[in-house]
């Protein structure tokens, strides 16, 4: 079966940074836009950021540009999200998803999600 599974969460200071992966398996990866979102209790989930099949394409919900940055590895199966700047309301579960359609924001555009990893960041 499909399967994505998120890393690199935890907690971290204020100002900090992290690198989460999303290592996928069960899917031809290179043909796959990915993306990563993420959610606090009580709200919906919110994308955060895109990344087309090559990783040269790349699409920021705009008050996360700068901080954010989405890559991927495709010989390893896996994207990559790196933030900056680390702020308490960034902490929230983070999801990868992937889609064969053209990468966006919408939450209907992926097929496929992981299990999510919680960021928690103090102050």
């Known amino acids: 079966q499909v399967q994505l599974v998120e890393s690199g969460g935890g907690l971290v200071q204020a100002g900090g940074s992290l690198r989460l992966s999303c290592v996928a398996s069960g899917l031809t990866f290179s043909r796959y836009s990915m993306g990563w979102f993420r959610q606090v209790p009580g709200k919906e989930r919110e994308f955060v950021a895109a990344l087309s099949q090559s990783g040269t394409g790349t699409y920021y919900l705009d008050p996360l540009r700068g901080r954010f940055t989405i890559s991927r590895d495709n010989a390893k199966n896996t994207v990559y999200l790196s933030i900056n700047s680390l702020r308490p309301e960034d902490t929230a579960v983070y999801y990868c998803?992937?889609?064969?359609?053209?990468?966006?924001?919408?939450?209907?555009?992926?097929?496929?999600w992981g299990q999510g990893t919680q960021v928690t960041v103090s102050s």
């Open positions: 998803a992937a889609t064969t359609k053209q990468y966006d924001l919408g939450l209907q555009t992926y097929d496929y």
